[in-house]
């Protein structure tokens, strides 16, 4: 079983950033494939980015090319979502999402951070 922990959501002005942290505790974290999602008011939460187990996939939504920014280091069991250049529409609850599926070992959610984005 995994437990995820997010962090480092707050209040930006657009065209500012902000870093998020997830940390997992847990065996086997390395064999998860990660993922960051949000969900704003009345909207479905959606994928944001995700990044296989040693980093060699990294997918990102349309609408944070080239801003967001997603790593990990498994030898702290972490993953990260570097958020440059924020606009008011990435206001939203942030998800860490850990997906071990296909290795038979489930998938779990963090209980999200609140990132804020307002002039």
């Known amino acids: 079983q995994l437990q995820l922990v997010e962090s480092g959501g707050e209040s930006a002005q657009p065209g500012g950033y902000v870093r998020l942290s997830c940390e997992a505790s847990?065996?086997?974290?390395?064999?998860?494939?990660m993922a960051w999602y949000r969900q704003s008011p009345g909207k479905a939460r959606e994928l944001v980015a995700n990044?296989?187990?040693?980093?060699?996939?990294?997918n990102y939504v349309d609408s944070v090319k080239g801003r967001f920014h997603i790593s990990r280091d498994n030898s702290k069991n972490a993953v990260y979502l570097q958020m440059n250049q924020l606009e008011p529409e990435d206001t939203a609850v942030y998800y860490c999402?850990?997906?071990?599926?296909?290795?038979?070992?489930?998938?779990?959610w963090g209980r999200g951070t609140q990132v804020t984005v307002s002039a």
């Open positions: 990044i296989d187990s040693y980093s060699e996939n990294i």
């Open positions: 847990g065996a086997h974290f390395a064999s998860f494939s």
């Open positions: 999402n850990a997906d071990g599926v296909r290795g038979g070992l489930g998938e779990y």
